[in-house]
């Protein structure tokens, strides 16, 4: 034992400072008192820190501070001062507050500015998730409390509804709505932070044994769609939201914008078009997309499927669409007149709509006036709803459906015709309210250029209401058309399908701007399409199904930006997507062009 201390001045053991380790006087900290009024303070201190970092940050606090708080006497004495703020929310701590920039050229070379958000003093990238978690929870209960009040108002005067039983507050949608969506924000930014940081430590030389033992984990954490697919999982937080019909809209409308996001970068890669040789045969380009290509090709399909569940599958048709188009088809459709007796049943137009499934089942059967033959049975025992129709009908009518959409009018084309007369100006008149709506924040185009928008104005709203009674007329007017050009049996039940699809090619009349009216269209045949297959057994409905098209759409959508942002045609959309992820509300992709097109263009010449 003496031989391993090795040579020394003496026996003594002792450890040593030298006058560089020892503290100085200043340093030394006495031991609080059990009375001490530090100990409060080492308590409020934080709660008042976090309390402020999950509320406002201390640029917004500055923003408020400079433009209301400080314009008031009053406040400006009680309230802290900006410099006061970013003490409490600083509190000495030296931790990042995102994506160190060294993770950031390890990981992410072409990262959608995941890396370039603003690294604040005390406002950490855990506090901004949970502030914006927090915000959204707060605004959305907000928004579907008024929307609940607004809407009791509104049944409440339209029909007295008797006593309701109170849902517990816990139960209640709202709530359920808002903590579902701040629950899918919150983690979707932890998840997309901690794949981010993961996928960077990978990359790192010292992580190369990991790598080369488990090559497979290795290439799908490295991947640079990893952290984007991988934080999607976020969207099974849609499941707290109980299963009802907004949470199957909100799943179909994210995946179709998901897909059409992809779709734009297969466009822009050109694998949908391919490429041609440039002329004078120096490289290739894209070939441009074809000029009738465009969303109004899904109107065809769209209202083919939609007219065929309004007739044959009422419970899974779109009731709100369905009811505008009942409403818009008075030609075809007839209220009960006046002096109708009390113990007759007028049919209504879902009535109407049942009967005509049943004459297609029973293959068109003929009219047989009740005028002509009153002692003989005129309808057949399933279709006796539209006896009040066609005992008026006029006797020269040749089809039962004729004298139920038409009684008065033996004529198909002036009925046609007459259609166009009332619905058009009708038409006319609700939309060019309804623009009018619209473009109400778009005052200053008014005072600058008036003509330029009234003209806008009254082209966009003669080209809708063209497109919505040419395609409301002549799905009607289809029923008489094949009627009369097909024979009985041929095709009876599919004519719904052929009728609407040629009514949806009135979508070419508006194909230049009508692509959110196509869209919402293809959304509800979508839904109803759906629908229909699980009630007819074409396939089997899966428990949860839309949250699991929710999570790949999520996915689908943070792929495609992480490979292009510039696929993601709106700006607003592409800075939503930068927000979620937890990198500011900035469209980082343009920025980075903006700031790489001058270097590259130096390059090309």
Known sequence: MMSEAGPGPGPSRLPTLTPLEIPSQSDVVSRPRANSKSKPRSVVDPVLRNALRYTISAREYETLHKYVLSRSRLLRKRMPSVNTVEKYMDGGSTRRSSI???????????????????????????????????????????????????????????????PKKKQPFYKSSGLRLSLSLSTILLLYRLLFRFLSRLRAHLLDPSAAPFRHRNPRTARTLTSPYAPAVGASLAGLALGIYPSQQLRVTVAIMVMFRALEFGWNLFEDQGMIWGWKIRAGGKGMVKRERPWWWGSWMLQPFAFGQLLHA???????????????IWKSSTTYLH???????????????????????QM????????????????????????????????????????????????????????????????????????????????LPRYKLLYNSPLNLLNRLLSRVLRVSTFATGAISTAWASICFFQAWFPRTFLPTQRFFLGGFLAGLWA?????????????????????????????????????????????ALAITGAVYERDARAIREARVRKGVSWVRGTEFRDWGMEEDEEDGPETGGKEE
Request: charged fraction near 20%; charge should be positive.
């Open 100 to 162: 160190t920039d060294r993770d950031t050229s390890r990981g992410n070379g072409k990262g959608k500015g995941k890396e370039k958000a603003t690294n604040n003093k005390g406002d950490t990238y855990n506090a901004r998730a949970i502030r914006d978690a927090l915000r959204v929870f707060v605004a959305t209960g907000l928004g579907m409390r008024a929307y609940e009040t607004v809407m009791a108002r509104l049944k409440a005067q339209k029909e007295a509804t008797g």
């Open 360 to 439: 297609a089942k029973l293959n068109w059967p003929p009219f047989i006036s009740p005028a002509l033959f009153p002692d003989q049975p005129t309808l057949p025992p399933s279709l006796t709803t539209l006896a009040p129709l066609t005992a008026q009908a006029h006797p020269l009518l040749a089809s039962l459906s004729c004298a139920a959409l038409h009684p008065s009018d033996p004529s198909c084309l002036r009925t046609y015709l007459t259609f166009w007369v009332r619905s058009f100006p009708r038409m006319g008149r609700f939309f060019l309210l309804f623009y009018s709506v619209l473009m």
């Open 335 to 357: 209220s009960a007149p006046n002096n109708l007796p009390a113990g007759v049943k007028w049919p209504n137009a879902w009535d109407v709509a049942d009967n005509l499934a």
């Open 508 to 552: 070419w009349v508006e194909r230049k701007e009508g692509r959110s009216v196509f869209l919402y269209s293809a959304r509800t045949s979508v839904d109803s399409l759906w629908k229909v297959g699980v009630k007819r057994r074409w396939w089997r409905a899966m428990k949860g199904g839309d949250i699991w098209v929710f999570v790949l």
């Open 310 to 324: 309004a007739v044959f599958d009422r419970e899974s048709s779109p009731v709100g669409f369905i009811d505008f």
